[in-house]
């Protein structure tokens, strides 16, 4: 148990689909983040928010669009989505510089 | 611009075979130094956080070092289970966000029993 919990922890959606990633953090931290894990890559820092405003905004396609209705919940909506957007997705966490807390994450696979 | 290399990719030892694994960092004004530790299919596991050369930690068989320039984690009679992905990351003094993390793309370490 981390305290970072994402739903679902697998999700396999077409193209055409609209599907939404959730992730609730029971830390009462300030900052929540969602990261891009792709294989042999780096992590990708996607979107960041402070005190439920958006902070970071990584360049990242406008079919993923965040969502921060408070300090402990965060969505990713996704819509239309390409094949090269299946990755691991991560969800995090953080209060001050003692580094950010991890969900599990979601796996997601476009066909 | 600001870079983490993290080496080898990958390490496999034997067990209570002693190793390092080294993490690179070019970075405007460190603030910190993270290691995490990445199970298959997990989340990353927070391990610890550096924040000035010459700060070490340790925990269990783990022990992270930091010089201006990298940053060493030292395991210690590794065991089958300390098997992993072993990521660093830093985060410098730029932008407002604290979690404005860089990550290199970690060691893997196999440990055979």
């Known amino acids: 148990e981390t305290g970072v919990t994402q739903t679902p922890r697998h999700l396999v959606m077409g193209m055409t689909n609209k599907k939404s990633l959730k992730c609730e953090q029971h830390?009462?931290?300030?900052?929540m983040y969602w990261y891009k894990q792709s294989a042999k890559k780096p992590l990708e820092l996607m979107f960041v928010?402070?005190?439920?405003?958006?902070?970071e905004n990584n360049s990242v396609p406008s079919r993923f669009s965040p969502e921060c209705p408070n300090s402990s919940h965060l969505f990713l909506h996704l819509h239309t989505l390409q094949p090269e957007d299946s990755a691991l997705y991560l969800c995090?966490?953080?209060?001050?510089?003692?580094?950010?807390?991890f969900g599990q994450g979601t796996r997601l696979t476009v066909v | 611009e600001d870079q983490v290399t993290q080496s080898p990719e990958a390490l496999r030892l034997q067990e209570g075979e002693s190793s390092s694994l080294n993490c690179s960092y070019t970075?405007?004004?460190?603030?910190?130094l993270f290691w995490y530790r990445q199970d298959p299919g997990k989340g990353p596991e927070f391990l610890f956080t550096?924040?000035?050369a010459g700060e070490e930690k340790e925990k269990e068989r783990l022990k992270a070092t930091l010089t201006k320039k990298e940053s060493f984690l030292h395991i210690t009679a590794p065991k089958p289970e300390d098997s992993a992905t072993y990521l660093c990351?830093?985060?410098?003094?730029?932008?407002?966000?604290?979690?404005?993390?860089?990550f290199g793309k970690g060691t893997k370490l196999s440990v055979k029993p």
């Open positions: 995090a966490s953080s209060q001050g510089l003692v580094g950010a807390f």
């Open positions: 830390l009462g931290h300030n900052a």
């Open positions: 928010y402070n005190f439920k405003e958006q902070t």
């Open positions: 970075v405007s004004g460190l603030r910190g």
């Open positions: 550096l924040y000035s």
């Open positions: 990351a830093v985060q410098g003094n730029y932008g407002g966000s604290q979690g404005n993390l860089i």
